[in-house]
C-alpha cells in the first residue's frame, strides 16, 4: 500500500524559511500533478501549489515569488522551498499525489508555524 510522509515542518520566525517534503513509499506510475494543499484551523483548506508530471507549476497567489515547488520522479518525492515566510502561512501542510480516482493520495499533514 502507498503511504505518503511528509516532513519539514516546524515554528519558525517571520522573514524565515523552511523545506517541506514528502516522500512515497511503494511504487506509483506515471503520477499526473503534486500537490500541497494547506489549511489553517477554522479555515477552508486551499492549493499553495502544484507541479505536473510535465514540470508545469501552479502557484497560489500570496506565495508566488516566495514558494516553490519541485518533485524528484525517481525518488518519488515533493518538495517545497518556503522563504520569506509570513504569519499568514502558518497551517497544516498536506501533499498529494494524483493520477486518477483509485490513485489519489494524501499525507497527514506537517504543521507550519510562523511567529511574528
Known amino acids: 500500500q502507498v503511504q505518503l510522509v511528509e516532513s519539514g515542518g516546524g515554528l519558525v520566525q517571520a522573514g524565515g524559511s523552511l523545506r517541506l517534503s514528502c516522500a512515497a513509499s511503494?511504487?506509483?506510475?506515471?503520477?499526473?500533478?503534486m500537490t500541497w494543499y494547506r489549511q489553517a484551523p477554522g479555515k477552508q483548506r486551499e492549493l499553495v501549489a502544484d507541479i505536473t508530471s510535465s514540470g508545469s507549476t501552479f502557484y497560489l497567489d500570496s506565495v508566488k515569488g516566495r514558494f516553490t515547488i519541485s518533485r524528484d520522479n525517481a525518488k518519488n518525492t515533493l518538495y517545497l522551498q518556503m522563504n520569506s515566510l509570513k504569519p499568514e502561512d502558518t497551517a497544516v501542510y498536506y501533499c498529494?499525489?494524483?493520477?486518477?480516482?483509485?490513485?489519489?493520495?494524501w499525507g497527514q499533514g506537517t504543521q507550519v508555524t510562523v511567529s511574528s
Open positions: 498529494n499525489f494524483f493520477r486518477d480516482n483509485k490513485s489519489n493520495y
Open positions: 511503494g511504487s506509483i506510475p506515471s503520477i499526473h500533478v
